[in-house]
């Protein structure tokens, strides 16, 4: 069994900065993938931020040079680093796991997520 386990939102003032956190536990396998969803209210969720195949990182054209996705590989956690939020990056964010093993069988887990709210 995997869990995932969001911390790190909050309220937060337009331009502040945030740093989530999302630590995976249980049968985790090499191979991997974690990621950053959010979903506002009335909306669908969406990506944020994640890491390609080449393993480097793409962002959310709403996001980019504002937000930084990072990983500690040894701890299966990863980060999400967010500055300069404004009142439209209010959202539930989630956690995202994606594992295959070697022959093909593919895993998703999601966390619980964690509330950023952005406001003055």
């Known amino acids: 069994q995997v869990r995932l386990v969001e911390s790190g939102g909050g309220l937060v003032q337009p331009g502040g900065s945030l740093r989530l956190s999302c630590v995976a536990s249980g049968q985790i396998f090499s191979m991997n993938t974690m990621d950053w969803y959010r979903q506002a209210p009335g909306k669908e969720r969406e990506l944020v931020a994640a890491f390609t195949s080449s393993r480097s990182t793409t962002y959310a054209d709403s996001v980019k040079g504002r937000f930084t996705i990072s990983r500690d590989n040894g701890r299966n956690t990863v980060y999400l680093q967010m500055g300069s939020l404004k009142p439209e990056d209010t959202a539930v964010y989630y956690c995202?796991?994606?594992?295959?093993?070697?022959?093909?069988?593919?895993?998703?887990?999601w966390g619980q997520g964690t509330q950023v709210t952005v406001s003055s």
């Open positions: 995202n796991l994606r594992q295959w093993t070697m022959y093909g069988a593919s895993y998703n887990y």
